[in-house]
């Protein structure tokens, strides 16, 4: 990264983080921070006092008793005036840890059904916040002994945030106009399982391309190309750590189309081949096993956009219509087609906010044969028309 770019990155390309990895740290802040960049899951704990944080360049009030989650695609700063400070935890984890803990909690169902509702932001109560923070201090305890804590104690600390998060008061972001670089950047996050390049991006928002590549250096000081890797290898180290995903359908399921291609860049990112690193994983005991609804469900949200049906989802798995069915009631606690609708309009709704194209050539790439199906659909899950929303200007 360029030494005069004006943010503070962390830069997954070190391979610094492995899939349970966390580190947190007690912080009392008197001035403003430097904007900050970050390629991994991030929440920050506000124990005691208020600042401002600003989110993506939209600034959003904190106080104690708020924890917010920020994401890999979100640049953050926080902001304090004269004579103001604020005491807070910043968790730093990998995406393997908040993928596993979801799991674990039964709770990775629901993320993907709220990718784009999900609350960022919840208030708990005295007791909690009291609790939360012994927690807190006790990993960082736990931390500076000798053999560093363990992974377990890492999964028990977000498994209780994520499930605070699932039980505290939500508190709703303000609305946000969004700037479209931050939309191209979530984009590409969402879409790095496909051949998604910056072509791609400049059509699907109508843009040009060298606006694309100079408006996401600018926001992030990183390349296209770079941060759809980073993207890519992140999600690629998360997935090594459940067992049943071979090496070349983590490559496939991470945008590799060329296996030769992730080996290259996994062990220029990691000095260790995939196989090499979940070695090390299974030494460490990190590996786990991989449930029958998480494969069923990843496949939806990565298909969405196709003409699918439950029979030939059930041929392409291995599976029968029936387990379909009862594995996503499970998990989910919707049937195959409401699901499949839910993921559409999830695909859908960046486009509809923050790009050019008519709500017929949406309803085409989220997989709708029509705007009528599309517009009805959309309708159910945001409780809002298209059209409506669009002139609504209501990012996320």
């Not at 360049?57 to 005036?81: D, F, H, T, V």
Request: glycine letters at 4%.
């Amino acid at each position: 990264m360029n030494q005069n770019f004006p943010y503070v990155s962390t830069n997954y390309l070190s391979g610094q983080y492995q899939p349970q990895a966390l580190t947190i740290v007690h912080q009392h802040l008197k001035k403003t921070q430097p904007a900050h960049f970050s390629d991994e899951a991030e929440f920050l704990v506000i124990t005691d006092g208020q600042i401002t944080l600003e989110l993506n360049r939209q600034p959003i009030n904190l106080s104690a008793g708020e924890i917010i989650q920020l994401m890999p695609y979100q640049m953050q700063q926080l902001k304090l005036s004269d004579n103001q400070s604020v005491t807070l935890f910043r968790i730093r984890l990998s995406l393997g840890l908040l993928l596993l803990s979801s799991t674990d909690e039964v709770q990775y169902s629901k993320a993907l059904k709220t990718t784009d509702r999900f609350y960022p932001i919840v208030r708990v109560n005295t007791t909690e916040q009291a609790f939360l923070t012994q927690f807190c201090q006790e990993v960082i305890r736990q931390k500076q002994l000798p053999f560093g804590g363990s992974s377990s104690l890492n999964l028990s600390l977000v498994s209780y945030v994520m499930y605070l998060f699932q039980t505290g008061t939500k508190v709703p972001l303000p609305k946000q106009n969004m700037e479209p670089a931050w939309q191209w950047l979530k984009y590409l996050q969402f879409h790095h399982q496909s051949a998604v390049t910056v072509a791609e991006v400049a059509k699907v928002f109508s843009e040009d391309e060298s606006t694309i590549q100079e408006e996401l250096l600018r926001i992030t000081g990183f390349s296209f190309d770079q941060l759809l890797n980073q993207v890519r290898i992140r999600n690629a180290t998360a997935l090594l750590e459940f067992s049943a995903l071979t090496i070349r359908q983590i490559a496939n399921i991470c945008g590799y189309h060329s296996v030769g291609t992730f080996y290259y860049q996994f062990k220029k990112a990691h000095r260790l081949s995939p196989e090499e690193y979940r070695m090390q994983l299974s030494i460490h005991q990190q590996l786990v096993g991989l449930s029958d609804g998480w494969v069923i469900g990843v496949y939806l949200l990565e298909h969405c956009y196709e003409p699918l049906t439950v029979e030939q989802v059930a041929q392409t798995l291995n599976f029968s219509v029936d387990t379909i069915t009862d594995r996503l009631k499970e998990h989910f606690g919707l049937t195959f087609k409401p699901l499949l609708n839910l993921f559409r309009c999830e695909l859908a709704r960046p486009l509809v906010l923050a790009s050019k194209l008519t709500f017929a050539q949406i309803a085409i790439k989220a997989g709708y044969h029509d705007t009528v199906s599309f517009t009805r659909n959309y309708r159910k899950v945001w409780q809002v028309t298209p059209s409506v929303d669009r002139g609504s200007g209501s990012g996320h």
